[in-house]
């Protein structure tokens, strides 16, 4: 059922000490979440069902600036963020901009290539007292190889700290990240006071690969601040019928 | 050969070579009437700004014998070498070393060492040691004694010139025929005291230069700023170098440190070349440390790009900015791990980025939405953190940051009414022209194109506007109606059209249309 797996979804997504996007900060555990952790016993760092860890985001094209808003609730505010940015990802797509962002200590790197972003993310990734990394990248650099993530990926679950590496406009070659998403912007919600006005922004997520768990598609919205499943893609109109609220 | 520059009256000689001067050339002369003396005088035109930044490399080089090195006057060095000579085997070594030096770069000087400023001025420009018996002829450098009377036994000889007067007071003194320093020493002081009482005073500098009154640079205590420094037998020239002279350094600097109860800031490594010049590269952190690892890796990355040509024969390990630490700790934030693990990695990210790459944010009070928001860098080196102007905006006053940490929730937190949150989360650094679809003059927009796209406008909400500042910004600039839109897909933007028709104000002037611009994504 549709529900569920989003839950687990996104707790693997936002990982330990992240807020919960579904329902009350439940800590994950691999048997509430139906997830098989049993590969990951014995590893040298944390279990990958579990631990933060490296997850890609695609946005489809860098004119679309909605996955920041799928994101950015998956953060734990309360420790510093990073926020690396390749110089590219900042002409095309804009820098981020702090007043719209919720309250939190904030450190932004502007990078000037990719080589620049990718060493100041693991570098951020050593540092154990950061919420998440998260890092922009625009296209496809030659230098953002599976080696590359796959070193982003062990560095985050070392360091127990969350990685988001954001592709724009990139094609989703290999790649050593743990769960990969697609992201776009859906047509918002109704907007209860104004017909004719946007109303809560909604997702079009697809995680894509995911270690130990099935694929899936979901349509997903943020109203007062937590996720809430909307419909099964291509179920129901958006905004009717039932939603979960948690 | 002579060094001209152009006067009132054509060239002027400026400097001339000891065998112009044996010809009868001196500075300050025309060159026709020292063409006139000698038909054969090369001329050849000053360059005083070239001679001014040679001269400050010079003092910049000279920092191997004392951290205080003033450029004084258009041709000269002052060095405070208390505390210093010992390292070189006294004053005569000192200056031994210092013409040793001097001579391997092809420069002559005239040298000498005094207990006063002036004193050592005097010395190094009018003590002529040739007649004094015992010298064997050669130029050797003036020591001036230590106690007052000893000084004044050596100033006596000198000219009055020597005691830094302007001319129209050593032509005074002159024409009353008191030609030497110990002429003027002799007569009473009262009567002296009469005669000039202008700023130019012959007693003032007669006792600035004996040490009966402080001078104005010495008598206020310079703090001298922490400081290691090692001295190679033999010029290195491999790329390591630097990052090897670093294991005797930091722990030196840091020995200093801890002595002193202080926490480096900003440090430099400067390396000393055999050919005179310096190579120098520096760090900063984001709070006090004097953790020798910590202080070692910062600095082993800029250590290798120091480039040695001929080879380094010197390394200085400076801390030019310290902050107060405690003796105990090793860093401000010993207990709360978490602060001090950011402010290394802070550190680590500024020194192979760049300070201006890493960067926090600050809030500023402006209503414009680019200038609500500036950005203040993580290490903050408070030499001029607020300088930059504001992104986006040309020729305006930045606004002055709030009274507000530059984190910890500086920013009020974004206010979501219904649906979409006011603010956006991205904002482009420069708005970009839109072409928009709107049924004028204030209509809501219904399309438009940005960077070659299509976007069909399916919800809109606005619009809201935001006045220009002017008390801020140039006279004509227009109001922004911002909208917030949705297309047909659910990308959101935020929007603005700049004026109204018929404001009369920008383009407006000449009958354009307002333009659109598009200047932030939501998320």
Redesign the interface.
Same mark, same amino acid.
């Not at chain 1, 981020?96 to 932004?108: E, K, N, T, W």
């Not at chain 1, 776009?184 to 919600?189: D, F, H, V």
């Not at chain 1, 907007?191 to 104004?194: A, E, P, V």
């Not at chain 1, 004719?196 to 909604?202: E, I, K, T």
């Given at each position: 059922m549709g529900v569920i797996r989003v839950a687990a979804a996104l707790s693997l997504v936002a990982g330990e000490g992240a807020v919960a996007p579904f329902g009350p900060a439940a800590p994950c555990s691999p048997a509430k979440a139906g997830v098989q952790t049993g590969e990951a016993v014995g590893m040298p760092y944390r279990p990958a069902g579990c631990g933060p860890t490296l997850s890609e985001l695609f946005a489809a094209t860098s004119?679309?600036?909605?996955?920041? !808003?799928? %994101? %950015?609730p998956q953060v734990n505010s309360a $420790?510093?963020l990073?926020w690396v940015q390749e110089r590219m990802a900042?002409?095309q797509? !804009? $820098?981020?901009?702090?007043?719209?962002?919720?309250?939190?200590? %904030?450190?932004?790197?502007?990078?000037?290539d990719a080589r !620049?972003a990718l060493? @100041?993310m693991e570098? +951020?990734l $050593?540092?154990? @007292?950061?919420a998440a990394v998260i890092g922009e990248l625009w296209g496809d650099s030659k230098v953002l190889d599976f080696t590359a993530t796959r070193r982003l990926a062990v560095a985050a679950e070392r360091s127990g700290v969350a990685c988001w590496l954001v592709r724009l406009g990139g094609t989703a070659n290999l790649s050593g990240a743990r769960m990969r998403w697609r992201v776009?912007?859906?047509?918002? %919600?109704a907007?209860?006071?104004?017909p004719?006005?946007?109303? @809560?922004?909604?997702w079009d997520a697809e995680l894509f690969r995911a270690r130990g768990r099935p694929p899936g598609r979901w349509m997903l919205n943020n109203d007062? +601040?937590a996720f809430d499943l909307v419909t099964e893609p291509g179920d129901r109109a958006l905004g009717e019928g039932e939603r979960r609220t948690a | 050969m002579a060094l001209t520059i152009e006067g009132a009256h054509g060239p002027v000689i400026h400097a001339v070579t000891s065998a112009a001067a044996g010809q009868g050339a001196r500075p300050g002369m025309r060159l026709t009437d020292a063409r006139t003396l000698h038909p054969e005088l090369i001329a050849v035109p000053a360059d005083p700004a070239g001679d001014e930044a040679a001269l400050r490399r010079l003092a910049r080089w000279a920092l191997r014998w004392s951290p205080l090195v003033e450029v004084d006057g258009a041709d000269g060095l002052r060095l405070d070498v208390g505390g210093v000579a010992h390292l070189f085997g006294g004053e005569a070594g000192l200056i031994a070393d210092v013409e040793e030096r001097f001579e391997a770069l092809g420069l002559t000087l005239r040298s000498a060492v005094a207990a006063t400023a002036g004193a050592a001025w005097a010395l190094a420009r009018y003590y002529d040691p040739s007649p004094l018996a015992g010298e064997g002829g050669a130029r050797r450098a003036a020591v001036g004694g230590r106690g007052e009377r000893e000084l004044a036994v050596r100033l006596a000889p000198l000219p009055v010139a020597a005691l830094r007067l302007s001319s129209p007071a050593t032509r005074t003194l002159e024409r009353l025929g008191l030609k030497t320093i110990g002429a003027l020493a002799g007569i009473e002081r009262r009567s002296l005291a009469r005669r000039f009482r202008e700023a130019d005073n012959p007693l003032d500098a007669l006792d600035r230069a004996l040490g009966r009154k402080l001078e104005p640079l010495t008598a206020e205590p310079v703090e001298v700023p922490p400081r290691a420094t090692l001295r190679l037998a033999e010029p290195v020239d491999h790329p390591e170098a630097g990052a090897q002279a670093l294991n005797v350094l930091v722990p030196r600097l840091v020995a200093e440190l801890e002595a002193r109860k202080l926490g480096a800031r900003t440090l430099s490594l400067a390396g000393f070349r055999v050919d005179g010049s310096v190579a120098s590269a520096s760090v900063a952190t984001a709070i006090p440390s004097r953790d020798p690892a910590h202080l070692a890796r910062l600095l082993t990355d800029k250590a290798e790009t120091l480039d040695p040509r001929f080879g380094f024969d010197a390394f200085a390990l400076t801390a030019e900015w310290s902050e107060p630490l405690g003796a105990a700790q090793s860093s401000l934030v010993e207990e709360s791990t978490g602060e001090l693990e950011v402010a290394r990695l802070i550190d680590r990210l500024s020194v192979k980025l760049g300070p201006r790459a890493v960067r926090r944010p600050q809030a500023r009070g402006s209503h414009l939405p680019e200038q609500a928001s500036g950005w203040v860098g993580a290490v903050a080196n408070g030499l001029s953190p607020l300088s930059r102007r504001g992104v986006g905006q040309r020729g305006f006053a930045v606004p002055a940051p709030l009274s507000l940490p530059p984190f910890h929730g500086s920013f009020p937190p974004p206010q979501g009414g219904e649906g979409v949150r006011k603010l956006p989360q991205r904002l482009l650094d420069q708005p970009e022209v839109i072409a928009v679809i709107y049924s004028t003059p204030e209509g809501v927009p219904r399309r438009f194109v940005w960077r070659r796209g299509v976007h069909d406008i399916a919800r809109v909400e606005g619009p809201e506007r935001i006045a220009p500042e002017w008390w801020r910004q140039a006279p004509g600039a227009r109001l922004r109606d911002y909208y917030r839109v949705e297309d047909d897909v659910g990308r959101r933007y935020w929007i603005y059209r700049e004026g109204v028709i018929g404001d009369g104000r920008g383009r407006d002037q000449q009958g354009i249309a307002p333009m659109w611009f598009l200047h932030g994504l939501f998320g």
């Open positions: 004119r679309d600036g909605g996955w920041t !808003g799928f %994101l %950015l $420790r510093p990073l900042v002409l797509s !804009g $820098r981020i901009y702090p007043p719209g962002l919720p309250s939190r200590d %904030l450190i932004h790197v502007e990078a000037r !620049g060493w @100041a570098e +951020g $050593r540092c154990g @007292a950061l776009a912007s859906a047509p918002s %919600l907007n209860g006071l104004d004719r006005a946007p109303g @809560a922004p909604a007062s +601040g | -």
